[in-house]
């Protein structure tokens, strides 16, 4: 975990959150090894990667978390997004339900993450235009009225995942309070404390 | 899940009686003998089963820990499950529920059908025998039981028995897993808030601690716990994420002496790896935990350190713990609901 030269070098807790089938683990996937499977697994119970991301002259380490998609897993993505500095939010752009459940999210990462956590919302799927369900204006100007940063995505065929874990990174690095690195900012400057932690608003510590 | 040639050999031609030995070494003399006395245990057609397993109990139990012959698996399964009564007291049913219901579950189950062992070549085929067999038994089950419906994860289950038996006999070894044929229903594990996944992880996490203090201290100190990495060993008995041929042993023992076998892999995978784990901060730990080591893979290496491990009365005390703080927080919201209002 060696600083980079002249530079920084933090870790940041990332949870990806969706619909079932939208393509968080494809997204992961891409981001982490650059590769795509036709027919990736559905993911049970929750996955773990870390991907190191350099970005100007500052390095990210994002300690990702890929949970399972479906409803009746809700009640495992708690752990997942406390304490999170960043969560992806995915929907899948020919499938209008997965926009309204990604909104959802939305809102419960509102109501119930960490307060500092950058939120961006995923429109993935995108290299699939002619069974577009859902109109990237419209996802913007959600995404705009809620403050999240906003990209369509294609894990498929590589569009905008690096570009979006980046944007990520520079968001973090930021909120970063220069000169009081370990202040209230939830990226991490100690490389051993990335696991969960409670978040900062509940947390008596 | 890793797809082991041989077992997809095996699993396919399962009426024969020629079947490799269970290190993958063809072992014809000793393998046919064991296969002969399997056969006499289990009579024609599991006519002689219930009156042996009555009889020698302790005999069936140390065979079946040996490993059900592959070419015998699927009617034992269905024999030490109690699914063959239940289809024999049901007929007609499963094909009631698969050609006239309709299940709200429909389109969820269509979207994982290609993502459930999309490498097996017995599930591979678009709209192949095996799609369409695993879609029938799921849509079959989200009928016949509504309220649980169809939860990502019974694929892998339903998958694992399609690949020894037919739709009809393995949607029925679902239901007896899940609603408690012989054991105690499972079906917990899928109902909204996944109440047995909670009970099961907080029982696991006790013995770990139990079991491997130092272990069970250093997960404390990175703040890994085994919802983490044992959800999915509970949620779909090893059956994701693990290779074929270990899985169908942890099965057959599943099967006869219940879940109790899922905890014993587990601890018995920690022990294995226990001194490599101790040593590893949270980035390495929580990804050496779903990537064991293929030699702990070995199932007859795993299961006997598995079987070595007692857990049975702990599971019991710590069931009743568990049954305890969970009336407790029942009780406490309760009654805050109510100061509420
Ligand atoms: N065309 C296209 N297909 C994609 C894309 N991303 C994912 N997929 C496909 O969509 C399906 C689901 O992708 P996953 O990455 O498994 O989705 P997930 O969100 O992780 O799903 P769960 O684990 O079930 O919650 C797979 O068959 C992928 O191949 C994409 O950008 N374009
Ligand atoms: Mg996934």
């Given at each position: 975990m060696a600083s980079t030269a002249g530079g920084k070098s933090s870790n940041a807790k990332l949870v990806l959150l969706g619909?079932?089938?939208?393509?968080k683990s494809s997204i992961v996937l891409r981001f982490v090894k650059n590769q795509f499977i036709d027919f990736q697994e559905s993911t049970i119970g929750a996955a773990f990667f870390s991907q190191t991301l350099t970005v100007d002259d500052a390095s990210v380490k994002f300690d990702i978390w890929d949970t399972a998609g479906?409803?009746?897993?809700?009640?495992?993505?708690p752990m997942y997004y406390r304490g999170a500095a960043a969560a992806i939010v995915a929907y899948d752009i020919t499938n209008q339900a997965s926009f309204d459940r990604a909104k959802k999210w939305v809102q419960e990462l509102q109501a119930?993450?960490?307060?500092?956590t950058v939120v961006a919302l995923a429109g993935n799927k995108a290299d699939l235009i002619d069974s577009r369900k859902v109109s990237a204006e419209e996802a913007r100007r959600y995404a705009q009225d809620n403050g999240l940063l906003f990209m369509e995505t294609s894990a498929k065929l590589a569009t905008n995942v690096s570009e979006m874990f980046s944007q990520i990174a520079k968001r973090l690095i930021e909120a970063q309070p220069a000169g009081n690195p370990?202040?209230?900012?939830?990226?991490?400057?100690?490389?051993?404390?990335?696991?969960?932690?409670?978040?900062s608003c509940c947390s008596s510590s | 899940m890793n797809i082991d040639e041989t077992g997809i050999g095996c699993v396919k031609n399962s009426s024969s009686s020629a079947s490799s030995g269970r290190?993958?070494?063809?072992l014809p003399g000793i393998e046919e003998r064991r296969i002969r006395k399997w056969r006499k245990m289990i009579?024609?057609?599991?006519?002689d089963w219930k009156h042996y397993v009555r009889r020698k109990p302790l005999v069936v139990k140390r065979r079946i820990r040996k490993g059900i012959p592959d070419c015998l698996r699927g009617l034992v399964w269905q024999l030490i499950s109690g699914s063959r009564d239940l289809l024999l007291m049901n007929p007609g049913v499963y094909e009631q529920l698969v050609i006239y219901e309709t299940s709200a579950s429909e389109l969820d189950i269509i979207r994982d059908i290609s993502r459930?062992?999309?490498?097996?070549v017995f599930f591979?085929?678009?709209?192949?025998p095996g799609q369409r067999s695993l879609y029938n038994v799921l849509k079959a089950y989200s009928v016949y039981d509504r309220d649980v419906?169809?939860?990502?994860?019974m694929g892998f289950l339903a998958g694992l028995l399609l690949l020894y038996m037919s739709e009809e006999d393995a949607f029925w070894l679902l239901v007896a897993l899940l609603k408690g044929a012989?054991?105690?229903?499972?079906e917990g594990l899928y109902q909204v808030g996944l109440p047995l996944v909670q009970k099961y992880l907080s029982q696991f996490e006790q013995l770990v601690k139990e079991k491997f203090p130092k272990l069970g201290e250093h997960f404390s100190e990175e703040m890994v716990?085994?919802?983490?990495?044992a959800s999915q060993w509970f949620i779909t008995v090893f059956s994701y994420s693990f290779p074929f041929p270990l899985a169908l042993r942890i099965w057959d023992v599943f099967l006869y002496e219940g879940v109790k076998v899922v905890f014993q892999v587990g601890l018995a995978l920690l022990g294995y790896c226990h001194d490599e784990l101790i040593k590893l901060p949270f980035e390495k730990l929580v990804p050496a935990l779903k990537n064991f080591p293929e030699d702990a893979m070995n199932p007859d290496v795993l299961l006997p350190m598995a079987f070595s491990i007692k857990v049975s009365r702990r599971l019991l005390e710590l069931e009743e713990e568990h049954k305890k703080r969970n009336q407790g927080m029942l009780q406490q919201s309760t009654s805050s609901a109510k100061q509420k209002r």
């Open positions: 619909d079932a089938g939208t393509g479906q409803e009746r897993y809700h009640s495992l993505a119930h993450g960490s307060s500092g370990s202040g209230t900012s939830l990226l991490l400057q100690t490389p051993s404390s990335t696991m969960p932690r409670p978040s | 290190n993958g070494i063809y009579g024609v057609g599991g006519s459930t062992f999309p490498t097996h591979q085929q678009r709209h192949g419906g169809y939860v990502q994860g012989v054991h105690s229903p499972m716990n085994p919802s983490m990495y």
